[in-house]
């Protein structure tokens, strides 16, 4: 079945600090993947997302590029903030071959990220 | 423009009781997704609604919970009986189609069962 994997949280980061959450999937067809982030108190919103091999995703100075040769979607941010604390989701939805999304996702089981001014 | 709205936010009940959770989802979005969030694990799919229709309910235990959607705008979850483990977050999400990629999510219904 399709599934994604993280890295095991949570991680803990001193401000500025360089940030790379690992995430690898499973999935049949033509997977697209997600990050989303879910800060304290509020619900989940979409960070950032590829749809295709190669593909890299960025948002707010993050970035995440779809390996498919590693099935990977790596999630990365050169200088963090203390805003950024947060939990983050990878997830897949499997597309077809012309790239029309099934629209459900499947997600990993999060990675909770402080960060300390 | 509005996001999605759940109510309510937070509910404790004792297991063998029944409770509702409601959502309405961004206006003009056709499709409407209900997950489970059980603490340190991701979101897992309970039902998607294309309009007032569903379209994946596999993963619904379906002995206790039910989901509908008869106007295909605002949707209601049921869970009755409810047992232990279904203390949870349940987040409500809206799509514009159930080919768009991005889904917007409502702040969700935390659930305890005594």
């Known amino acids: 079945g399709n599934s994604v994997t993280q890295m095991e949280g949570p991680v803990t980061l001193s401000e500025e600090a360089f940030l790379t959450i690992n995430c690898t999937y499973t999935a049949t067809g033509y997977p697209s993947l997600f990050w989303y982030v879910q800060y304290p108190g509020e619900g989940l919103q979409l960070l950032l997302k590829?749809?295709?091999?190669?593909d890299k995703g960025s948002n707010k100075g993050f970035e995440a590029t779809y390996r498919k040769e590693t099935t990977s979607f790596h999630l990365e941010k050169g200088s963090v903030q203390v805003s950024d604390s947060a939990v983050y989701f990878c997830?897949?939805?499997?597309?077809?071959?012309?790239?029309?999304?099934?629209?459900?996702?499947?997600f990993g089981q999060g990675t909770i990220l402080t960060v300390h001014p | 423009e509005a996001g999605v709205a759940q109510s309510p936010r937070y509910k404790i009940i004792e297991k063998r009781q029944s409770v509702a959770f409601w959502c309405n989802p961004i206006?003009?979005?056709?499709?409407l997704y209900w997950y489970q969030q059980i603490l340190g694990q991701g979101p897992k799919l309970l039902i998607q609604f294309q309009n007032n229709g569903v379209v994946d309910d596999s993963q619904l235990p379906k002995d206790r919970f039910s989901a509908e959607r008869l106007k295909g705008v605002d949707s209601t979850l049921k869970i009755q009986p409810a047992k232990l483990e279904d203390s949870a977050v349940y987040l409500c999400?809206?799509?514009?189609?159930?080919?768009?990629?991005?889904?917007?999510f409502g702040p969700g219904t935390r659930l305890l069962v005594l």
């Open positions: 590829a749809t295709k091999a190669d």
């Open positions: 999400a809206s799509s514009l189609s159930r080919y768009q990629e991005t889904q917007y």
């Open positions: 997830a897949l939805s499997l597309a077809n071959a012309g790239g029309t999304s099934y629209g459900k996702l499947t």
């Open positions: 206006s003009g979005h056709a499709t």
